[in-house]
């Protein structure tokens, strides 16, 4: 099966705790996107990758930081959360170098709730 | 199978005519939105909806959870609308997590 796995679902935690957002794609694709949406409804990029390289790197802040391994996986990871962090992450990917033309394949989304 | 399928998958307008976008969903849901996105991965807001239709200068968005579709409508299309459209569905019950439509690619010509 070919698609955007994203790990957990959910995850519910506490102020100032570090979690780890895992994405994997078996599209073949080079592009990967991590999005931040929140209780606004909002869909916000926050970065993206081609082939392992950053090239976009939205303004958010330090302690979030992605972690790409090849360019199947693309990682979050947030250092010390914070309330405000509380929203659906959403990786995607897409074939080629993230054009308007191209199209985006979903995760399934992570749920993350700071306590 | 999907739960949101989304039609077309690619669609070139003349300038100054117009279309419809559709997704079906599989599954009854609660709301839907709609987004464009841009050349550096951003996809921006276009229509929320939980029921009815709402309209936005040259676009129309409609939303029947329980005929289990939405449309999406572009009138008098610019060059500018040109990128790719995706319709987002948020399921009944549970917590919110939307669920992606495969997008539309719209590509307006002169």
């Known amino acids: 099966e070919t698609a955007v796995f994203q790990t957990p679902n959910y995850h519910v935690t506490q102020v100032g705790n570090e979690v780890s957002f895992n994405c994997k794609q078996t599209?073949?694709?080079?592009?990967m996107y991590w999005y931040k949406q929140d209780s606004k409804k909002l869909l916000k990029i926050m970065f993206s990758?081609?082939?392992?390289?950053?090239?976009v790197n939205e303004t958010v802040p330090r302690r979030f930081s992605p972690q790409s391994s090849d360019k199947a996986h693309l990682n979050l990871r947030i250092k010390s959360v914070e309330p405000e962090d509380s929203a659906v992450y959403l990786c995607?990917?897409?074939f080629g170098t993230g054009g308007a033309a191209e199209t985006l394949y979903f995760g399934s989304g992570t749920r993350l709730t700071v306590l | 199978g999907d739960q949101v399928e989304q039609s077309p998958s690619a669609l070139s307008l003349h300038e100054g005519t117009g279309s419809a976008l559709r997704c079906n969903f599989t599954?009854?849901?609660?709301?839907v939105q709609w987004f464009r996105k841009n050349s550096r991965g951003s996809l921006i807001n276009l229509f929320y909806?939980?029921?009815g239709t709402k309209e936005n200068g040259r676009l129309k968005s409609a939303f029947d959870s329980k005929e289990r579709y939405s449309t999406l409508h572009i009138r008098d299309a610019q060059l500018e609308d040109s990128g790719t459209y995706f319709c987002?569905?948020?399921?009944?019950?549970?917590?919110?997590?939307?669920?992606f439509g495969k997008g539309t690619s719209l590509v307006v010509h002169p």
């Open positions: 995607a990917s897409s």
């Open positions: 599209l073949g694709h080079d592009t």
């Open positions: 990758y081609n082939n392992k390289q950053l090239i």
């Open positions: 599954t009854t849901m609660r709301a």
């Open positions: 909806l939980a029921s």
């Open positions: 987002a569905a948020e399921a009944a019950g549970g917590n919110y997590k939307p669920t």
